[in-house]
Structure formats: C-alpha cells, structure tokens
C-alpha cells in the first residue's frame, strides 16, 4: 500500500528565515498532494495542496513542490512568523478516484524570535 | 462555513469497557473517517465510510469498529478498550468529487486506564 515518509521530525527556525519540510511516497499512481498544519490544542486544517499535472503552486508565503520522477514533494515557508509555529503534515491521496489520504509522521516547526 | 464535532474533548475509561466516540458533520458530505493520532506516527487511518451504511477499513481497524446508520453522523466503537487505545482521536469528512479537502473535528483525547 501507500507510504509517506516525512522528514525532518523536528523543525526549529529563526523568525524571517525559511523553512522546508519534505516528503516522499511511495505509489506512481498518487496524484494529489495537500499539506495540513495543526496548531497547539487545535484540529489539522488544510493550507495548501498541490495535484500530480502542476509542479509548483504558491500561496503568499508558502509553496508547494512536486517532483513526480523522484516521487516526492515539499513545503516550503519564506519570512517565517512566529503564528508558524505549529504540526505540519504531508499526505498522498492513493489513487485515482479514491477518497483515502496517506499521511506522513509530522514536523514539529518551531519559529524562534 | 463547515462544522465537523466530536461528542467529547477528554474522555477516560477503564480497561475492557466499551467506549463510543461519535461525530457529527453539518455539510451534507458523503465521505467520513476516523483517524488516530499518535506523536511520531502522524494521523492513521482506523476506518472510513462512503456513504450511510456503507464502511472500510483503514490502516489500523484492529480493536474498532464503526457506525453509519445517518449521513452526518459517524460512529467509532472500542468494543473491549485497552491501554494501547489511549490515543488523540479525529474525525473527519468530505464531499465526493469535491476538492479532496477533508475536514477536521476538535478531537477526543481517550486515556485508558
């Protein structure tokens, strides 16, 4: 079955630089990918997705990356603030006209001041 | 706006109870699932439901079972709890044929004793 890796586990940045979590999955046949982040005592919420005919998609200070040869894509936050501060998760949705998402294990981002 | 809610925020039962966790959903989505939540495993998937009646296992349905007898309300049974169930639990939804986006619920803390 599916699998999503997700890496680094623990994240820590200076405010205003960047950061950058990666995943990779396993299945060809994945062809959409959104990435949820989780804020202390609060539910996963969707900030961006990213489906398998795009390669890069941005939304103000974030964007996602696809790489579908190497079989794995990224988040990547510019300026980070200290509301950044929270869970990210990467999934993969695990074929062609399911519903199922595999998530990956996490990345604790922390923005220090 | 979509409203996605759990019975209970905490909850603490003993060993070899059965404990009920419920969900309920306000925007006429098909799909439902319940998700465990443990530090360094990410969100996995215990079970999911396309439609009223209608179920799947997940990655983890060992130990649970589910309930689909309303369109917006999706029942996660722990027939015999155990201490190894003592997990962060989410619920989530989404439309068929929609944007993919699953929506979350607050979550219910389960401790086992």
């Known amino acids: 079955g599916e699998n999503v890796e997700q890496h680094p586990s623990t994240l820590s940045v200076q405010e205003g630089d960047s950061a950058v979590i990666k995943c990779t999955y396993s299945?060809?046949?994945?062809?959409?990918f959104p990435w949820y982040k989780q804020e202390l005592g609060k539910r996963p919420q969707l900030i961006i997705d990213i489906r398998s005919n795009v390669g890069e998609k941005k939304d103000q200070r974030i964007a996602v990356t696809l790489n579908k040869t190497a079989k794995h894509f990224s988040l990547h936050i510019t300026e980070t603030q200290p509301e950044d501060s929270a869970v990210y998760f990467c999934a993969a949705r695990w074929a062609e006209g399911a519903q199922k998402l595999v998530f990956g294990q996490g990345t604790r981002l922390t923005i220090n001041p | 706006d979509v409203k996605v809610t759990q019975s209970s925020r905490y909850l603490v039962k003993r060993t070899g109870e059965k404990v009920f966790l419920e969900c309920v959903q306000d925007m006429d989505h098909e799909n439902m699932f319940w998700y465990r939540q443990d530090p360094g495993l990410g969100l996995r998937l215990i079970y999911f439901s396309y439609d009223v009646k209608m179920k799947e296992k997940g990655d983890i349905p060992e130990g649970y079972s589910v309930s689909r007898e309303k369109k917006e309300r999706f029942s996660l049974i722990l027939e015999s709890a155990s201490t190894n169930q003592t997990s962060m639990y989410l619920c989530a939804s989404n439309l068929s044929g929609g944007t993919y986006e699953q929506y979350f619920g607050p979550g219910t803390r389960l401790t086992v004793t």
């Open positions: 299945d060809s046949a994945s062809n959409y």
